[in-house]
C-alpha cells in the first residue's frame, strides 16, 4: 500500500473536533463547580460552627489555598485541550502555588501550636472520612472537564489529564472547606494531600485512554 493511500484510509476514520471557545468551557465548568457548591451547602453541609470557624486565620488559608489552587489548574486544563498548546506551564504554576499554599500553612501552624501531640491532632479515623468526601465531591468537576477534553484535541493527554485532576481534586477540597470539621493546618496539609493526591492519579490513570480521539 503506498503512502498516499495509506494516509486516505487512515484519514477516513479521523471524526471532526468541533471548536469550542475557551469562555464557553470555562462557564461549563464554573457553571457545574457553582451548582455543586450550593447543593452540598443547601444539603446541610457546612459545619455548625461556621462563625467561629471565620475567625480562624486557618480557616480562610484552607479556603483561599484550595480556591487559588483550583481556580489556576482549572484554568490550565481548559487551556491545555488545545492542540497548540501544551499543559506544561500550567503545571509548573499549580504546583509552585502549590508550595507556597503549604508553606504559608507551616507558618500558621508555627504560630499556634509547635510539633507536639502529632497523632491526635492527625486523627486518623476522621482524616479518612475527609478523604472519603473530598473524593466525592471531585467527581462533578472530573466528569465536567473529562467531556470537554474528549471534544477537544489536547496533543499531550497525559499532561491535560493531570491538570484535569489537580483541579478537580482541589475544587472538591474547596468544597469540603464549608464541612471540614478541623482547623489545625497540619490535619488539612496531611489529610487534603492524600484525598488530592488520590484524585489526581486516578484521572491522570483513567482519562488519556478515554479522550483518544
Not at 34 to 63: C, N, T, Y
Not at 172 to 193: E, Q
Request: net charge positive; with cysteine; hydrophobic share 55%.
Amino acid at each position: 500500500m503506498s503512502n498516499e493511500a495509506l494516509i486516505d484510509q487512515l484519514s477516513k476514520k479521523l471524526r471532526p473536533v468541533r471548536a469550542r471557545t475557551r469562555g464557553l468551557n470555562a462557564a461549563v465548568i464554573g457553571a457545574i463547580c457553582v451548582i455543586e457548591l450550593v447543593l452540598f451547602l443547601l444539603l446541610g453541609g457546612m459545619r455548625p460552627d461556621m462563625p467561629h470557624a471565620m475567625g480562624q486565620p486557618s480557616f480562610w488559608w484552607k479556603l483561599a489555598g484550595a480556591g487559588a489552587i483550583a481556580l489556576a489548574s482549572g484554568a490550565a486544563a481548559i487551556i491545555s485541550f488545545a492542540p497548540q498548546d501544551s499543559p506544561r506551564r500550567g503545571l509548573q504554576l499549580v504546583i509552585a502555588l502549590l508550595m507556597f499554599v503549604l508553606a504559608a500553612g507551616w507558618v500558621i501552624d508555627e504560630l499556634r501550636f509547635g510539633w507536639a501531640v502529632l497523632a491526635a491532632r492527625l486523627d486518623w479515623h476522621q482524616g479518612i472520612q475527609c478523604v472519603y468526601k473530598m473524593v466525592l465531591l471531585a467527581i462533578p468537576p472530573v466528569l465536567g472537564l473529562g467531556v470537554i477534553m474528549r471534544g477537544g484535541a489536547p496533543t499531550d493527554r497525559n499532561g491535560s489529564a493531570w491538570t484535569v485532576g489537580i483541579a478537580s481534586a482541589s475544587w472538591g477540597a474547596f468544597v469540603f472547606v464549608f464541612a471540614c470539621p478541623s482547623d489545625d493546618p497540619l490535619y488539612i496539609a496531611i489529610w487534603y494531600s492524600v484525598g488530592c493526591g488520590l484524585v489526581t492519579l486516578a484521572t491522570r490513570l483513567i482519562l488519556p485512554p478515554l479522550t483518544r480521539w
